[in-house]
């Protein structure tokens, strides 16, 4: 089983440090933290680099990564600087669609990968690629050839009586983030352009040589994760576990493990299986994977950092921590100070919470958490609701203000136009949340103040 670094896109730079998001202070969106001093110890590229100096390294598609550009962290061949969601939506001037045949750049991206992989054969050279999709990520994109498919198929448990009038009917609002029709068809595009970099390795001739790895950047969120609960933006299973394959060299087909693995553990695996033989930081948590990959639940993963920490003090939702250690998982609500205890190996749903049983088991894996957190200077809730406080103080309530009333006056001039009112209604939507977490944050921030927490985790 394989856990994300996180439940939202911090996870990108843990995976590309093989460390825990605390560890590197980028554990929410904001990266406040992150942007004061550099706590990298390597990079994937540069360790492969380490192992073997002739290795090529590319990145092609959404970066997200305000801790380092792919450049400095030692890519050779990219295509952006810092990628965020807007390349899946527009091109380049960041203004015009994408063109029809390649909704969130998915076919070009694959192309992009494909012939990055095609010089290194040429040119004898090993090499790392990953390639970043755009989809699954909203707004929501797809092939019209697909979607007219998922039409035509029978109505799925997810199906909903809204998910099947005539497109045209369909709001701006849902088509972008809500249509199940649509996300269908955007994940089956994105299935078919990974099937065209398999192809590639065949047509290549070093489909036998070549480790490929698909996974995710966080559990799933579009109308649930059944059995599990939860999804992205907290840490149930629903938030943390993602589908992923690996295929390559040593490893058997068909075969599941699980053992947990963790994306903080891919930099310490690609070295491994690179021929790196010199003893990486001792600050990287993660270990190498290449065990359980070639022996399955035989298999072992020897970390720096044994427990797993997932620490997410999210500002603006549900502040919470969470430890594993074997199949028991503590998660803390960071405002209420409550806790849950689960065993997985029998509740992998998480309804049974054990924590009130099992009292000694709480206090325990809550200590070995802290401790955690203490040693490598985690944030606090209390830490990301100052720096989002003054972010929303020092411009983005005025901006966003600013942003409402011109596109209210753009509506006004052309009343009729649906993509502009549907515009006008997510400003709106995203001012009147910005004044709600204004008015939270200042409370909340008082409140671990008044209560002794604002520098606990």
Known sequence: MLFAGSTVCTFRNSLLHGMMPARMRYTVLSAVE?????LGQITIPQALKQANPNYMTAHFGKWHNECIKPAAAGYDVLDGENNGNGPGDFQDDGKTPLPDDDPKRIFSLSKLTNGFMREQVEAGKPFYVQLSHYAMHIWHDSLQATRDKYKLLPRPKKGED?????????????????????YAAMIEDTDTAFGHILDALDDLGIADNTYVIFTSDNGGGFRGNHPLRGSKGNLLEGGLRMPSVVRGPGIEPG??????????????????LAGGTEPLSADLDGGSLKDVWFNGDEGKVVRNTEELVFHFPWHTGSPESVIRMGDYKLRKNLDTLESELYYLADDLSEKKNLAKQMPEMVASLDQRRADYLNKVNAETVTTTRRNYLGQLQGGWIENGEKRLAKLKA???????????AYQVDVSQNHVNFQASQEEKCLRMIKLHEDRGTANSN
């Open 162 to 182: 809204k998910d099947y009038v005539p497109e045209e009917e369909i709001p701006v609002g849902m088509y972008t983030n809500g249509w199940l029709i649509n």
């Open 410 to 420: 753009e509506l006004a001039a052309d009343p009729n136009n649906k993509q502009k």
């Open 34 to 38: 992150v942007r004061k001093k550099y």
């Open 255 to 272: 075969t599941y493990t699980a053992v947990p693995m963790v994306q903080w553990d891919f930099l310490q695996t690609f070295y491994d």
